[in-house]
C-alpha cells in the first residue's frame, strides 16, 4: 500500500492500461459476434445453393 501512495503516477498509468485492455476486449468481443454471424449466413447460402442445385438435377 506504501507503494500506491509513493508513486500515484503508476496507478494512474496502470489505470490507462485496464481502460485501453477493456475496450481492445469489447471490440474484440464485437468482431467475435461478427464472425459468427458471418458465418451463420455463409451456412445459409450454402443450404440454399445445394437446394437449388438438387432443384437443378432433378
Not at 498509468?13 to 464472425?35: D, F, P, R, W
Amino acid at each position: 500500500m506504501k507503494y500506491c501512495c509513493d508513486h500515484p503516477e503508476e496507478i494512474s498509468k496502470l489505470s490507462k492500461v485496464k481502460a485501453q485492455v477493456s475496450e481492445v476486449k469489447g471490440v474484440m468481443m464485437e468482431n467475435i459476434e461478427k464472425v459468427l454471424d458471418r458465418g451463420e449466413k455463409i451456412e445459409l447460402l450454402v443450404d440454399k445453393t445445394d437446394n437449388l442445385r438438387s432443384q437443378v438435377s432433378s
